[in-house]
């Protein structure tokens, strides 16, 4: 029997009972565990050997590289989940001969190493398996952050660009395939590409059909080339699909500092290019990070801005061409922070995307309404007031009652407001267009078509929903320059109001400047006018003047 202090040993094996039990209990890390096995018992070597598929090869773990060949090793083997588990623990003191209650105890020792391996082994799969997505085998986003920090720590990042790109198609080609032989085409374009980058760049994908890539910057071509089109087919589809990308390009410079940073500049550079699918990919620029900031600035004070009524309402007088009198008036938003005006185009815009338009949107009704009933009260004379309303509503079910609710509130004549919406192209937003616009009319208000003629439902806009008003867009209204694209407009513009006239609606011309174009309207048959010749936007004051006039 080796000579050792048997009540030593003892202490020693409920120390590392107590270690082991503490450690399961705060979920401590790993080799932390095995560190403070290793100091109380006095370990000289501890292997710990994960064989299988957990982390794609086997892996090995060692404290101690001072094992000595006199050691004799007390291995331990178990099995989890179908993958074998080997634990060799090298000491100074598990040498044949020691008594049976201290191998009961150090077996006690085992059995909770066992649990802690087994728990360690569960981690490390299922962070294997987090790296990369099981639709497509390429990374995760997970993967690509970390394989980033490492180019941001080795100092390499600069020389490499980074793109973010949206499958084109998808939908459609899922409706023609099915969403499972749909999946593997986009696996097989998406590892196409991770072996065109090798080990030079790596592909994650971020979210359904949305990829991240990163690569060297001298293969920027070779990339955009694949990403423009590539033909993808399965082994049982001879033909083959052809499968395209809209990208965003970032070319990584000195000021991206993380890879965090960079994760937000790539999904930035992929938004803008999702704004601008026509283009075969966007660069994005300093110019775009500008615009970028721009809008985050926008819609971080937003809120505030419009609690502290910041935004004034405008009034632009439109004219009746007859009489040349005042006969009504469009709602326009203008917004005054810190002094200075913001352009509408700065924050328009912003609030359209991320959907804040629609809070402006009562806003403005809102204080339409008031201007008008203490109009009414005063006197005044008072004149309808077409106040515009996105295309963002038309999801709202509730929305015509919001509308009546705000104006009944102020008691104001449904007869004096016009809500003016602009032109939709998808068959849900027209069917929820349809259906706003005949709400309305059966409340009495009057409702117009804005930029008449801009979109691609223009015929299906007059035949099926019941408008009183058409704004002819300012687009068809000729310049009087005498070129052929003039005299284009006019053969346009006269079409335009003959079809109006005919279908017994009323139509009105914006962006009218000069006295030309006045003339050219009332020989056509059209007699309502809005634009600079007359008035332009004016301060509520202002245009109170114009109405006592």
């Known amino acids: 029997m080796a000579m050792f202090d048997v009540l030593q040993y003892m202490q020693t094996l409920e120390s590392m009972i107590r270690i082991t039990e503490q450690a ?35 892996e090995v773990l060692t ?45 006690t020792v085992y059995e909770i190493l066992k649990m802690l391996t087994i728990r360690e082994l569960k981690r490390r799969r299922d962070e294997a398996r987090s790296k990369t997505d099981f639709v497509t085998g390429v990374s995760t986003k997970s ?27 998808m939908a459609e080609l899922n409706r023609q395939v099915g969403n499972d032989k749909g999946n593997k085409l986009m696996a097989v374009y998406v590892k196409n590409l991770q072996e065109l980058l090798g080990d030079d760049g790596l592909v994650a994908r971020t979210g359904g059909i949305n990829f991240s890539v990163i690569f060297k910057k001298e293969r ?133 995307n991320n959907g804040d338009i629609v809070k402006l949107d009562f806003y403005m009704i809102e204080h339409v309404c008031s201007d008008l009933r203490r109009w009414i009260d005063e006197g005044r004379s008072v004149v309808p007031v077409s106040v515009n309303l996105s295309r963002c509503h038309l999801g709202d079910p509730d929305l015509l009652n919001h509308i009546t609710e705000i104006i009944d509130r102020y008691e104001v004549p449904h007869s004096l407001i016009e809500i003016e919406l602009t032109e939709t192209t998808t068959e849900v937003g027209f069917k929820e267009l349809k259906t706003l616009v005949t709400g309305l009319r059966e409340q009495g208000f009057s409702t117009s ?73 009332k020989e056509n048959g059209c007699y309502y006018a809005q634009g600079y010749y007359f008035d332009k936007p004016l301060p509520r004051d202002d245009f109170e003047s114009r109405l006592g006039a």
């Open 449 to 521: 078509v804005d930029d008449f003629g801009v979109g691609f439902s223009s015929m299906s806009l007059l035949h099926e929903i019941p408008w009183s008003i058409i704004k002819i867009d300012r687009s068809f209204i000729p310049v009087g320059d005498g070129s052929a694209e003039d005299e284009k407009r006019k053969v346009m513009l006269r079409s335009i109001i003959e079809m109006v006239n005919s279908l017994g609606l009323k139509s009105i011309a914006e962006g009218v400047e000069t006295i030309d174009q006045v003339i050219l309207l």
């Open 143 to 169: 993967l690509f952050t970390e394989y980033v920090d490492g180019l941001f720590k080795s100092g390499m990042i600069t020389g490499y660009a980074a793109c973010g790109f949206g499958l084109r198609g």
């Open 220 to 352: 920027f071509d070779e990339i955009a080339v694949f990403l423009s089109g590539k033909i993808v087919s399965l082994g049982d589809d001879t033909e083959g699909r052809v499968m395209s990308a809209t990208v965003g390009f970032y070319p990584i410079s000195e000021s991206c500092s993380s890879a965090e940073e960079l994760n937000e500049t790539i999904a930035s550079a992929l938004h803008n290019a999702l704004k601008n699918p026509a283009q075969p990919f966007i660069i994005y620029d300093e110019k775009l990070q500008q615009a970028d900031k721009d809008e985050k600035y926008i819609a971080g004070i937003f809120q505030d801005a419009l609690e502290s009524e910041e935004f004034m309402v405008y009034y632009q007088p439109k004219a009746e061409l007859k009489r040349y009198r005042i006969n009504g008036a469009e709602a326009l938003c203008r917004w005054f922070h810190e002094g200075k005006m913001v352009l509408p185009y700065r924050f328009i815009p912003v609030l359209e």
């Open 24 to 58: 399961w209990l705060l979920d401590e890390d790993f080799l932390n565990i095995l560190e403070k096995l290793g100091r109380v018992l006095g370990f000289t070597g501890v292997d710990i050997r994960f064989e299988g598929h957990a982390g794609n090869k086997p």
């Open 63 to 107: 404290l101690y590289d001072d094992k000595k060949e006199e050691d004799v090793p007390a291995e331990y083997e178990f099995s989890y989940d179908g993958e074998k588990i080997s634990c060799l623990i090298y000491t100074r003191i598990a040498v044949k001969d020691y008594p049976p209650e201290l191998a009961a105890g150090l077996n």
